[in-house]
């Protein structure tokens, strides 16, 4: 399909040898925490093709959204910079931030920060980011918009690829999994896996862990996400007409797991357990998982894994490592040593 090609992949799968042992069930990790460096993580795969169609369209300004600890916007300004683009990143903040984790490398980056509170953020970011498009339209830039963690309709084809990369992995090891088990955040990653998953058939229970919202509102992201990405898989040959307006009518809210019993105190708020559950992981396996993401799915998965769990019945999982280690930093002083 036609995209930037920015990241490392395919991204390496490991067995968390010990963490399989302790549950009794194989689980693997996919290694999307290391697509880089600068823009490490789930992201770089989604913005492989919303740049190119940014770059497609003679822009030369990428605008974006997230939290103030956002991967998303430290991996779009660092692919903005790359590439000789501007960038404007609108940040949702309570109090002043400090500079660290990922704020710290959007300034470093370059990038033009703008903020906004909760409220506005959640109510009015697109018309803010819109706002912000047309004055430095009237400077003379090209803006192109990018939404909150490039879930939409082009970004989501980064999971779309994903998901055949790793069927194509599956044949090499000699290995099935079963079981698909991700965080979720703003529906794009999960939403890439699924229509893949639906469209080659692959049969596969994908879990999508929330770490903020809940249940109906991932799968109607999601059921959004994937009707837009439809029209790009007809335009990247990857399906007929025909058959993206069967699946329009036939995707389903309920195509793919969503498991909001883990979001805990909030989102990027994390609990004494969900730190601790970090802490033990790192040292049993060598893998540092972060606190927004990537802990809390991994702490779901645990307490799925237990008698009663909905994961007791899966063979071989596959967890994906999003990323989001510079997150970790700015709670550093929450964990106890
Ligand atoms: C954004 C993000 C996710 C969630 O991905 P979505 O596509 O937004 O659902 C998971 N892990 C990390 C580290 C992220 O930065």
Redesign the pocket.
């Known amino acids: 399909m036609r995209k930037l090609s920015l990241a490392n992949l395919p991204t390496k799968i490991q067995k968390m040898e010990r963490f399989s042992e302790e549950n009794g069930v194989n689980v693997y990790i996919k290694r999307d925490d290391q697509t880089g460096s600068e823009w490490s993580?789930?992201?770089i795969r989604?913005l492989e093709f919303s740049v190119q169609e940014a770059i497609d369209k003679g822009c030369n300004l990428l605008i974006t959204c997230g939290g103030i600890q956002s991967?998303?916007c430290r991996a779009t300004v660092s692919v903005a910079t790359y590439f000789g683009m501007k960038s404007a990143v609108l940040l949702r903040i309570s109090d002043t931030p400090p500079v660290e984790g990922n704020y710290f490398l959007d300034l470093l980056l370059g990038a033009d920060v703008k903020f906004c509170n909760a409220d506005e953020y959640r109510t009015s970011r697109m018309e803010i980011m819109q706002k912000m498009a047309d004055e430095y339209a009237a400077q003379g830039y090209k803006p192109y918009i990018i939404p909150e963690?490039a879930?939409n309709g082009v970004g989501t084809l980064g999971y779309y690829n994903a998901m055949n990369e790793i069927v194509q992995q599956e044949k090499e090891m000699g290995t099935v999994f079963d079981t698909i088990v991700?965080?979720?955040?703003?529906?794009?990653?999960?939403a890439g896996l699924n229509i893949a998953n639906i469209i080659k058939g692959y049969g596969k229970r994908i879990i999508a862990m929330a770490?903020c919202d809940d249940v109906d509102y991932f799968q109607k992201v999601a059921l959004k996400i994937s009707r837009e990405a439809l029209s790009y898989l007809v335009e990247q040959k990857e399906i007929s007409l025909d058959k993206a307006e069967k699946l329009a009518d036939s995707l389903q809210q309920t195509d793919f797991e969503v498991n909001d019993k883990y979001v805990g105190i909030g989102y990027a708020l994390s609990r004494p357990e969900e730190l601790e559950h970090i802490k033990r992981l790192a040292r049993l396996e060598g893998i540092v998982f972060?606190p927004?993401?990537?802990g809390k799915a991994t702490y779901g998965m645990v307490n799925e894994l237990k008698p009663g769990g909905n994961l007791r019945t899966a063979k071989n999982i596959l967890f994906i490592h999003?990323?989001?280690l510079y997150?970790l930093f700015p709670v550093s002083k929450q964990f106890k040593f």
């Open positions: 993580g789930n992201k989604k991967n998303h963690g879930s991700i965080a979720t955040g703003s529906g794009g990653t999960c770490v972060d927004v993401y990537t999003t990323g989001g997150g």
